[in-house]
């Protein structure tokens, strides 16, 4: 199985400052048909975990933009410009390119 | 608007079985890909299970292979995951997800809780 690896595990920031999440996958997670299949998903306390961005760097819709993802291969972040207090929670990033699909352990964002 | 309701969550015995549904509505649903997805209690997310529209293939992680069946009911908007089996380790929240194409979860039920113990 492909092993997402996230750092750190959590993440104290002040408000209105920039947060920088980093996940590395164990082998590439570009697909044969040249698309990269790695998402970022959000959980905040007691909710649904909620897309933010699919391969790699689309935001869904309704995300602020003040989230953008970056990366290749094997190497992706995930930025938060100006962290806002319902930024709170866990972030996720999964491969979908490669079955069995797998999470990252998660890196909690928590405001200093 | 989009609604993924998942039921029939509860507490079961080792090796008892347990039918969870996922009633969607507020989109097409023959249009997407369906999913659960589940979560232990404080931990992180796993991935069980993926069926397409049309039903044609079906996916399981290799912790769920042989005891659990997902399946669907497009005119009923229905999704399904047959828990045969069950151990101490499948207590979690199941979440059921659509998905646009395998391996997308882009809208989440509010998921259903299922806890394994004597």
């Known amino acids: 199985d492909v092993v997402m690896t996230q750092s750190p595990l959590s993440l104290p920031v002040t408000l209105g400052q920039s947060a920088s999440f980093s996940c590395r996958s164990s082998?590439?997670?570009?697909?044969?048909?040249?698309?990269?299949?790695l998402d970022w998903f959000q959980q905040r306390p007691g909710q649904s975990p909620r897309r933010l961005i699919y391969?790699?760097?689309t935001r869904d819709s309704g995300v602020p933009d003040r989230f953008s993802g970056s990366g290749s291969g094997t190497d992706f972040t995930l930025k938060i410009s100006r962290v806002e207090a319902e930024d709170v929670g866990v972030y996720y990033c999964?491969?979908?390119?490669?079955?069995?699909?797998?999470f990252g352990q998660g890196t909690k964002l928590e405001i200093k | 608007q989009v609604q993924l309701m998942e039921s029939g969550g509860g507490l079961v015995k080792p090796g008892g079985s347990l039918r969870l549904s996922c009633a969607a509505s507020?989109?097409?649903?023959?249009?997407?890909?369906m999913s659960w997805i589940r979560q232990a209690p404080g931990k992180g997310l796993e991935w069980l299970s993926s069926?397409?529209?049309?039903?044609?293939?079906?996916r399981y992680a290799d912790s769920v292979k042989g005891r659990f069946t997902i399946s669907r009911d497009n005119a009923r908007n229905s999704l399904y995951l047959q828990m045969n089996s069950l151990r101490a380790d499948d207590t979690a929240v199941y979440y059921c997800?659509?998905?646009?194409?395998?391996?997308?979860?882009?809208?989440w039920g509010q998921g259903t809780l299922v806890t394994v113990s004597p």
């Open positions: 069926i397409p529209s049309t039903s044609t293939y079906t």
């Open positions: 997800a659509r998905g646009r194409y395998d391996g997308s979860a882009d809208y």
């Open positions: 391969k790699v760097s």
């Open positions: 507020g989109f097409t649903f023959t249009d997407y890909h």
């Open positions: 999964m491969q979908g390119t490669h079955w069995p699909y797998t």
């Open positions: 082998q590439s997670l570009v697909y044969s048909d040249g698309n990269t299949y």
